[in-house]
């Protein structure tokens, strides 16, 4: 079955050092791929998306990601946290007419 | 550019009554979503409309579940008769085009408790 993993139920990082975010997927031709945000009380806002072209994508917040073919990733990552990052962070993706897969979330903590 | 507007923000009611979840999805979208997030089961897509058409309802639960959108302007999904089991926070997203091919834009939720 077509799906998207993330493997880290919940990640704790300093304020101010790097995060990366993992998602895996399974789809056999090259996926659309997204990272959204939840913040406690609202509803998902997207941060980026893949369909083609350069690997590594730029999104908003400061956030990228790079799809990793060979490793059927698309992680999202980011150089240094803000306390105001702390939230719940979904991958998504499918191919082109499939319906769109969310993972399982990753929550993020971020220590003072 | 309002977003999407789904109302009420919070919904309590008690077993076996009729609940009516809304949804304003932002003008131009054609596409529109209805999701459930519970703790359990993550974010599970109930329906998706397309220019105003049902095209997959496989994700409602059961014959309780109905969703409709009379048009290119509103939504509603109602539960009737509501269990405690749909308990859960529901989401309404919209986009421009169909599923995953431009991104969704979600509403702020609906948390809805039955006791």
């Known amino acids: 079955a077509q799906s998207v993993t993330q493997p880290d139920i919940h990640i704790t990082v300093s304020e101010g050092a790097s995060l990366e975010l993992r998602c895996n997927y399974s789809y056999g031709a090259t996926p659309y791929l997204f990272w959204y945000v939840q913040s406690p009380g609202q509803g998902l806002q997207l941060l980026l998306k893949y369909f083609s072209g350069d690997t590594l994508v730029q999104g908003i917040k400061g956030f990228e990601a790079e799809f990793k073919r060979s490793q059927s990733s698309f992680n999202l990552r980011k150089p240094s946290v803000h306390w105001s990052d702390a939230a719940e962070y979904f991958c998504a993706g499918n191919n082109a007419g499939n319906m769109l897969t969310f993972g399982g979330g990753t929550r993020l903590m971020v220590k003072p | 550019d309002a977003g999407v507007i789904q109302s009420p923000r919070h919904e309590v009611t008690e077993m076996g009554q009729e609940v009516t979840l809304r949804c304003k999805p932002i003008?131009?979208?054609?596409?529109l979503f209805w999701y459930r997030q519970t703790m359990m089961r993550g974010l599970e897509l109930l329906i998706y409309?397309?220019?105003?058409?049902?095209?997959?309802d496989s994700g409602m639960p059961e014959d309780r579940f109905s969703a409709k959108m009379p048009n290119a302007s509103f939504s509603t999904l109602k539960i009737q008769p509501s269990e405690p089991r749909d308990s859960a926070v529901y989401f309404c997203?919209?986009?421009?085009?169909?599923?995953?091919?431009?991104?969704?834009?979600f509403g702020n939720g609906t948390r809805l408790t039955v006791t």
């Open positions: 409309f397309n220019n105003n058409v049902p095209i997959d």
């Open positions: 997203a919209s986009s421009t085009l169909g599923q995953g091919l431009s991104p969704l834009h």
């Open positions: 003008s131009g979208h054609n596409s």
